[in-house]
């Protein structure tokens, strides 16, 4: 936990250091929270304040896109507090707790997901922590309340202590809309652990002169033995249980429990054909140059994911894969941020360098390091830019 902690402190510090440098090139100086909390941080920031709106802005957009369950711990946090500390800094040591406990707990992760490659697990903490994009675990963002959910679902799902892991799948659900498709990486994850007994029970029969069950009769006797289990069934049941208590409460707000999704139309207005139309388009510079990055980016992640099914990560590639491709169905807008936020591809790119050599996981990681201190330049300097 120490050196999770140091990681945590380092990182932080480089933050706080690139203020006064982008402050050179700024107008007039700002503090950390002006350039750490732009964009999507304002709307979290008046959900706590104000609560949600019944009506639309003039350009159509609504904070019914942001989902409930951060707002609601900020929140808390604020009413505990008295209201003495602002609105995003209490955003910030929310979403800063929050990736210290997932950090921690991934850490414990790695003796089930790559056992063979967990003594190295210092690197999954400097990539979490102070890799590429991780400033938004920092920010008044749902990243770090996102990838604690995921990690703890993950945690628990692979000790097949599902019910446990549904709670922490329905939390998830309740901060982001892919929270949801955790119910396939439960699905996956109970399907395998299922089987594995199923087939030690075929074992031990034949061992008694039965005759032995394969292939399709397998896979039935799997899926059975499943859906005669109570508890088999209520971990799977609850996975969505954040969202659809959302979708409730907004039925009864704006009287469209769709109302998250149907108003995501004021951010991405282009119409492309889904997943392939839009990685098309990016890739091939119909977008922008920004753009293309991110679509080349994101097949990239893609075929992380694939390796990590290859390498047995099935529930974590399934997971990453449906995760990627929920936003993919509009844009590439914003993908960067939505990779990091699953937590899953930080196990792919850690098994990765766990594998190298030495010198090229030193020299990759510093690297990531130093891509990470660049992106905090380019955040602070668009927020400066455009706020």
């Not at 599902?162 to 955790?182: E, H, P």
Request: aromatic share 16%; net charge positive.
């Amino acid at each position: 936990m120490s050196t999770v902690l140091i990681i945590w402190i380092f990182s932080r510090i480089i933050m706080l250091l690139m203020v006064p440098v982008m402050n050179i090139f700024a107008d007039e100086p700002h503090n950390i929270i002006y350039y750490m909390n732009p964009w999507d941080a304002e709307w979290y920031a008046g959900i706590v304040d104000g609560g949600y709106c019944q009506a639309k802005t003039s350009s159509g957009m609504a904070n019914w896109a942001f989902f409930p369950l951060y707002p609601i711990v900020c929140t808390l946090i604020k009413t505990l507090s008295f209201g003495l500390i602002n609105t995003y800094v209490i955003g910030m040591m929310v979403s800063n707790v929050c990736i210290i406990i997932a950090t921690f707990y991934a850490v414990k992760l790695l003796k089930y997901e790559c056992p063979d490659y967990a003594s190295k697990w210092p690197y999954l903490v400097v990539l979490m922590m102070a890799g590429p994009f991780a400033f938004y675990a920092g920010s008044m963002y749902t990243e770090a309340l996102f990838i604690m959910c995921v990690v703890l679902f993950f945690y628990y799902a692979v000790q097949q202590r599902f019910v446990v892991a549904g709670v922490w799948a329905a939390l998830a659900s309740a901060t982001r809309i892919v929270g949801c498709t955790l119910i396939a990486a439960m699905i996956v994850e109970m399907y395998i652990s299922r089987r594995y007994r199923l087939i030690e029970k075929m074992d031990n029969a034949e061992n008694e002169g039965l005759p032995p069950i394969r292939g399709m009769q397998l896979f039935k006797g799997t899926w059975k033995m499943i859906m005669s289990d109570i508890k088999d069934v209520f971990a799977i049941a609850i996975c969505p249980v954040g969202i659809f208590a959302y979708m409730v409460y907004l039925k009864f707000l704006c009287g469209d429990a769709w109302a998250f999704y149907s108003v995501q139309v004021a951010w991405r207005k282009e119409s492309m054909f889904p997943v392939i139309g839009v990685l098309f388009k990016a890739c091939t510079g119909q977008l922008g140059v920004n753009y293309t990055i991110m679509g080349y980016y994101c097949i990239a992640i893609i075929c992380l994911y694939i390796y990590m099914f290859m390498k047995s990560h099935y529930s974590m590639a399934v997971f990453g894969i449906i995760s990627l491709a929920v936003p993919l169905t509009s844009h590439v807008m914003s993908t960067m941020r939505f990779i990091m936020g699953s937590f899953v591809m930080y196990i792919g790119v850690f098994e990765l360098l766990a594998k190298s050599r030495k010198w090229v996981r030193i020299v990759v990681t510093a690297g990531l390091v130093i891509l990470e201190i660049f992106m905090i330049g380019m955040w602070y300097f668009w927020n400066a830019l455009l706020m």
